[in-house]
């Protein structure tokens, strides 16, 4: 594809459900990144995989987050137990560089989720 | 086309030392600005974020300015630690909600 794809662009759900975020990176992109951005906030890092190493998921708030990437592939970011607090836009970029580079990220279109 | 540059792109100092780095910007349209800093094969870590309303944010040992007007932004380490010691990232959002990434200041706190 042309860029980053997240999808739903949307999500509205209740609080306690749980919910699952997908983002498509860039082909051939071996780092990914989620990150979310509260209202009138600035974007907070959750995880970071690089190829097949393990993830660095020291931004991840709580045990109720988790994601997955399955090699160079997609990823899934899921949310359980949703909290009102939970409520941001969910932002997945991805480079063609490990972290330690400084490559540009290239971000996708987000996900706004609402916890009602 | 918004363009963020970072200078230094490597620093080595002394531990205790005081020291600066700066990011210019070339649009001055832009929503905030952010410092990272970024451990080897690690993620991002927000430092600091200021709004464009905003001239200065202050986190520790850590402050930020903001000069919109001219484009320029410093992060100000005080008291350097070899802990201090990473790749230091500014970003601007722009009127997209992008964000554009300068290339980064490599920091070498020397014990």
């Known amino acids: 594809g042309a860029g980053v794809s997240q999808s739903p662009s949307n999500k509205v759900t209740e609080k306690g459900k749980d919910v699952e975020l997908r983002c498509d990176p860039i082909s051939g992109h071996t780092a990914l990144y989620w990150y979310r951005q509260r209202l009138g906030q600035g974007l907070e890092f959750l995880i970071y995989f690089q190829g097949n190493s393990a993830p660095d998921k020291s931004g991840l708030p709580s045990d109720r987050f988790s994601a997955e990437r399955t090699g160079e592939s997609v990823s899934t970011l899921t949310i359980q137990r949703t909290q009102q607090e939970d409520s941001a836009v969910y932002l997945c970029a991805s480079s063609s560089l490990p972290a330690g580079g400084t490559d540009t990220q290239y971000f996708g279109p987000g996900t706004r989720l609402t916890v009602l | 086309k918004q363009e963020v540059t970072q200078i230094p792109a490597a620093l080595s100092v002394p531990e205790g030392e005081n020291l600066v780095l700066n990011c210019s910007f070339t649009?001055?349209?832009?929503?905030?600005l952010q410092w990272f800093r970024q451990d080897p094969g690690k993620g991002l870590t927000s430092l600091l974020l200021i709004q464009s309303s905003q001239r200065e944010q202050t986190s520790g040992r850590l402050n930020a300015s903001l000069d919109k007007s001219s484009g320029r932004s410093t992060l100000y380490i005080a008291a350097s630690q070899p802990g201090d010691s990473a790749t230091y990232l500014c970003a601007v959002m722009d009127s997209n909600y992008q964000l554009i990434w300068g290339a980064g200041t490599k920091l070498i706190i020397k014990p």
């Open positions: 649009d001055s349209a832009i929503y905030n």
